[in-house]
């Protein structure tokens, strides 16, 4: 089956660790993207990549960092400088010249204890 | 900082009868406006979706008006059912060299039995 997997679905974490978030997708996408979603702002685009080992930063992406060393992969680290880190964290991922077409992940709740 | 607004924040609808989402926005330059779908714990899945070439969009029960001169567009419903009990969030992308996607904030349907 083609999709967007992301794992873990449930993420709990003690405030001062960093932690990293697993996305992968089997469409053959070249983009692929990063949002935050907390109720009542929709989403927020914390990082997107366009292309293996390249990737530019959203809107909120103080106390995040990415990777982009696989097609298929895009994983994002919460790390402790991230403030506020408690929300459900989506992953999609595009054909490169239709990113308005997004394909989305199931998702990752991460609770910072 | 380019923004998406929608309303309402939340509705409630009796089943068999019409929800209409609203969305503005202020970039003269989007010209891409998707509707996603999300269901609770589970990532947002594309709608439906215009250009602003076009007035109005029709996919099954789901309508798209546009209204490019008012800067604005809105998902109707019709016939609506529980099962389209969901999130609805309105975007928009330009058509630049790579399209970002500019989310609104989020609208939660309830349609009761």
């Known amino acids: 089956d083609g999709g967007i997997t992301q794992s873990p679905k449930y993420l709990f974490r003690k405030e001062g660790q960093n932690v990293t978030l697993s996305c992968e997708q089997n469409?053959?996408?070249?983009?692929m993207y990063w949002y935050r979603q907390d109720p009542g702002q929709g989403l927020r685009l914390i990082y997107y990549s366009q292309i293996v080992n390249d990737f530019q930063k959203g809107d909120i992406a103080e106390g995040y960092s990415v990777s982009r060393e696989k097609k298929e992969s895009f994983p994002l680290t919460v790390t402790s400088a991230q403030k506020n880190p408690t929300a459900f964290y989506l992953c999609?991922?595009?054909?490169?010249?239709?990113?308005?077409?997004?394909?989305f992940g199931p998702g990752t709740r991460l609770t910072v204890l | 900082q380019q923004q998406v607004k929608q309303s309402p924040q939340s509705l409630i609808v009796q089943k068999g009868g019409i929800s209409i989402i609203n969305c503005a926005y202020e970039?003269?330059?989007?010209?891409?406006f998707p509707w996603y779908q999300q269901f609770p714990g589970k990532g947002p899945a594309l709608l439906i979706a215009i250009r602003p070439d076009v007035s109005e969009k029709k996919e099954g029960r789901f309508t798209i008006s546009f209204n490019k001169s008012a800067k604005q567009f809105s998902l109707h419903i019709m016939d609506s059912q529980p099962g389209d009990s969901a999130t609805y969030f309105c975007a928009a992308s330009e058509n630049t060299g790579f399209q970002k996607l500019v989310f609104g904030t989020g609208t939660r349907l309830l349609v009761s039995p």
């Open positions: 999609a991922s595009s054909i490169r010249t239709s990113g308005g077409v997004q394909f």
């Open positions: 970039n003269t330059a989007f010209d891409y």
């Open positions: 469409l053959n996408h070249d983009a």
